[in-house]
């Protein structure tokens, strides 16, 4: 009798280990794309997310109807409240195929639903989360002539929308959807490509970088002018993070300096670096630094190119690693080709 009480004891504490596990996999986004119908049924479909709710979100009124919305005096916005397992699905991916079923230039509408009900938004509920949601705004940028219209915000509070309104179309499989049926098919289909950059820790870059590469990202040493790998690199391509392996500058805005170090323009997003005051050797400069590696790249200065913007960022070969072009997908970073001319 003693060893079945041990046993079931054992079984239930496993069984609630793996629930807790479970649980903290496990975390929430906000998205609001247009008539919440469509928006949920096409993230329902994408592995990795657990639920979606369809509700209001940062409304000036306290628990809103939906007539109450659609008069735009809660200026809240149709959303889908999305549950995923993060191992499964980043949110980089959910907001990949998100930008799918939008047009992200258009504000106050998407397709033929128009008013504040329906602007785009995305509402977060973890600050870590911002970072995410701005490199891929970022990115998708990049794409388009015309300004973003996306709106990206804190959730102030999210209110379930009436019970007709949850699952609608899998209640109504005719039913109303400005997105069009085939991305249903893609986000059922789709696995994520996007990976998830990580700094390793100190033994493992002792062991895996270089002593110039280490005492560079680590130490803040700085290699010399004219002697490193990728000063003289013309060839089309992504230079990444050599700790976390996180693209940071392009071939498209590499140029010339004559300063004896790769230069570039711009990275590829501002969010991906950290810039600090550096007043060493008796100088005063701007250190810029990989946000996510917190890797020492180089320093910034304003004796760039006019027409590239007047910045130079000064690298050290010894941060990055480069990837040619024609090597990009093969290396996990076919979604960056697009920026590489």
């Known amino acids: 009798m003693k060893h079945f009480i041990l046993i079931s004891f054992l079984l239930l504490s496993s069984t609630f280990i793996n629930e807790i596990y479970s649980m903290k996999q496990t975390t929430e986004i906000y998205l609001a794309g247009g008539c919440f119908w469509g928006t949920e049924h096409f993230i329902r479909q994408v592995k990795g ?20 919305v659609c008069s735009g005096k809660t200026n809240a916005a149709e959303t889908v409240k999305v549950v995923y397992d993060s191992s499964e699905a980043d949110l980089n991916f959910l907001l990949e195929l998100f930008f799918q079923t939008i047009d992200p230039t258009s504000h106050n509408r998407q397709g ?39 709106e990206v915000k804190p959730l102030e509070n999210f209110y379930p929308a009436e019970a007709y309104h949850q699952d609608y179309l899998v209640k109504h499989p005719s039913g109303y959807c400005h997105i069009p049926s085939k991305l249903f098919d893609l ?20 062991k895996e970088l270089t ?10 040493a700085t290699e010399p002018a004219f002697n490193n790998q990728y000063w003289n690199e013309h060839r089309a391509g992504i230079y990444v993070d050599i700790t976390t392996g996180e693209p940071l500058f392009t071939s498209t805005d590499k140029f010339d300096s004559g300063c004896g170090w790769p230069s570039f323009s711009k990275p590829i997003s501002d969010g ?70």
């Open 112 to 150: 033929n639903d128009m008013g504040t009900q329906y602007r785009t938004g995305i509402y977060y509920t973890r600050d870590s989360d911002l970072p995410i949601i701005r490199r891929a705004i970022a990115n998708l940028a990049i794409k388009y002539s015309l300004p973003l219209a996306i």
């Open 272 to 341: 991906l670096i950290v810039r600090k005051e550096d007043a060493s050797h008796g100088m005063i400069r701007t250190e810029v630094r990989s946000k996510t590696g917190d890797a020492h790249l180089g320093h910034v200065f304003d004796d760039g190119p006019t027409e590239k913007g007047g910045l130079r960022y000064c690298i050290n070969s010894a941060s990055l690693r480069f990837i040619p072009k024609e090597e990009m997908e093969k290396a996990g970073y076919k979604q960056y080709l697009h920026l590489v001319k």
């Open 49 to 68: 997310v657990k639920s979606t709710e369809v509700g209001y979100a940062n409304s000036l009124v306290p628990h809103p109807s939906y007539e109450a």
């Open 211 to 220: 002593p110039i590469q280490y005492n560079v990202t680590q130490k803040n």
């Open 187 to 206: 986000a059922k289909e789709a696995k994520p490509t996007s990976k998830v950059f990580r700094k390793a820790d100190e033994a493992t870059l002792r």
